[in-house]
């Protein structure tokens, strides 16, 4: 793979600031730009999510109204953990796209429940600091050495660095009532208590759906599904007669990217729940700095694209990323179930022990074999009175999905990948 290339990008002078709670102190900085090198000793190998070359390409190619820090943690002055913050502006009837979407089955009460729900989101308007990645699912917001510090410390001198992070943002004009620490996995749930125990709401939205991939080969795959998958496979494959498949070069993703980007946005404006709004260059961005560990996919009708997808190879996952197609061409060529399985395949190719296909289209996605993973969330508002009412709002505001899921393979499937 190539690799991964930290520099060339454009410094910008910004305020580092050093905070000490006894034995234990963070530094906080308004750009990866002037981070130093303790970021790498003390940031995860294993992560590219938390590695300079992602998240400076993110910071040099942000989402719009998207602001960032970044938080170094020390123990007797050795780096042991870090943290991201994203801050973004919020309004429920914008970012809650699913309030216009109608019903299957109109019901007056139905309808009076979708209409206090649209007045509670045009209220719900603020700046919210998010300790976390926007983009991604799964836990890519911090991280700490649990041999150097233990878990209580972890999120006790990280809740302190997030209050310190808004009182920053105070200082330029930047009010920010919301604080959101997203993505805490089972394995860390006693640190999502310690959140809830200091005015933080938990709630969860969506599972994060996960392939393990315990195969060498894609026929293996397909032979360890049930004869109704395994058909339902070969016969979407078959669907595809007529389209090619490319994997795009930095060039031709800038040669495609008003399309890539049209593509995308078809996409976007349906899911039920959107924060983000992609930098036009972003995909480019990223393929001319991580080089083969992100990588954009074609699908071309008649010299057209007229779909995409993308992935990160992250050590030993592959993770999901944005995707885009045209709607009017999905239902002939079953164009996003292709690009489920073509994921599948280049997983398996590329020796990754499982993939994450993340939030959303949970049905189709847990019908190849993706198993939910439940992801808790933490959101506090600074006001303590408003705090109150947190819970109930993110009730009123919260995406549903109903779904059912489906078991494709003739046993259960464990991994990781053994060759």
């Known amino acids: 793979m190539t690799k991964m290339n930290p520099t060339n990008f454009i410094s910008k002078t910004l305020e580092k600031t050093n905070v000490s709670v006894n034995a234990i102190h963070f530094r906080f900085y308004r750009s990866m730009v002037d981070v130093g090198t303790d970021w790498e000793i003390a940031a995860p190998s294993t992560d590219i999510f938390l590695q300079r070359a992602f998240l400076q390409t993110l910071e040099s190619y942000p989402p719009l109204g998207m602001r960032f820090g970044y938080l170094i943690f020390y123990k007797n002055d050795v780096p042991v953990g870090v943290a991201i913050c994203q801050t973004k502006h919020f309004k429920g009837d914008e970012n809650i796209l699913e309030l216009g979407v109608p019903r299957r089955e109109p019901c007056f009460f139905n309808g009076l429940a979708a ?176 080089g083969d560990f992100f990588r954009v996919f074609g699908y071309y009708l008649d010299n057209r694209l007229v779909a995409f997808y993308t992935t990160f190879h992250n050590d030993r996952e592959l993770d999901a990323h944005f995707l885009g197609f045209e709607k009017s061409l999905n239902h002939d060529f079953q164009l996003y179930l292709n690009i489920l399985y073509d994921i599948v395949k280049i997983g398996i190719e590329t020796g990754c022990e499982r993939i994450v296909f993340a939030r959303t289209a949970l049905e189709i996605k847990s019908s190849i074999g993706a198993t939910p993973h439940e992801l808790w969330c933490y959101v506090r508002h600074q006001n303590s009175i408003a705090n109150k009412f947190t819970a109930t709002l993110l009730d009123y505001l919260k995406p549903v999905e109903e779904w059912l899921p489906r078991h494709p393979f003739k046993e259960e499937v464990h991994g990781p990948n053994t060759k």
Not at 162 to 174: E, F, K, M, P, R
Not at 216 to 222: H, M, V
Not at 234 to 241: D, G, H, M, V
Request: glycine share 6%.
């Open 115 to 290: 209409w206090f729900k649209r007045l509670v989101a045009g209220m719900t308007a603020a700046d919210i600091l998010v300790c976390g990645n926007i983009l991604l699912t799964g836990e890519h917001g911090y991280y700490f050495d649990y041999q150097k510090i233990s878990q209580t410390e972890a999120i006790n001198i990280l809740e302190k660095s997030l209050n310190h992070a808004v009182q920053q943002q105070s200082q330029d004009g930047i009010k920010i009532p919301v604080l959101l620490v997203k993505d805490i996995a089972p394995k860390h749930r006693n640190q999502g208590n310690y959140l809830s125990k200091n005015g933080f709401k938990e709630f969860d939205i969506q599972p994060n759906m996960v392939l393990e991939l315990p195969f060498k080969r894609y026929d293996d795959y397909l032979s360890a599904m049930s004869t109704k998958y395994r058909t339902r496979a070969n016969r979407a494959e078959k669907k595809l007669l007529g389209i090619k498949k490319v994997a795009l070069t930095a060039l031709e993703i800038e040669q495609e990217l008003p399309t890539i980007h049209n593509l995308y946005h078809e996409v976007a404006k349906n899911s039920g729940f959107n924060m983000v709004e992609l930098n036009p260059a972003y995909f480019l961005g990223m393929k001319q700095q991580l």
